[in-house]
């Protein structure tokens, strides 16, 4: 019986970890990503110069990813910098 309740246990660990693949695969292929925005296109938006941005994301006023060596900004992480500078 106990044979029983530990293959149970392992089905419902599969399954629950199908679900979560499941989901983000779709996260990831369904468009549901911001696109990123480089610091030129931020500076861009901004008005402003590269040097404000890298002292924007130096100063942590502005979030940002890192992919490798590269610094990207979503549109959203932009919006909410821009609302909070209001």
Excluded: C, F, W
Excluded at 30 to 49: N, Y
Excluded at 64 to 79: C, N
């Amino acid at each position: 019986m106990s044979d029983l309740r530990e293959t149970v246990k392992v089905i419902e660990h599969i399954d629950s970890a199908i679900a979560v693949l499941t989901e983000t695969r779709q996260r990831l292929t369904g468009g549901d990503l911001e696109p990123l925005l480089t610091v030129r296109d931020v500076a861009s938006h901004l008005k402003s110069t590269k040097q404000h941005v890298y002292n924007l994301i130096t100063n942590g006023s502005l979030r940002v990813a890192r992919i490798g060596s590269a610094i990207r900004v979503t549109k959203s992480d932009l919006i909410a910098y821009i609302e909070a500078s209001k």
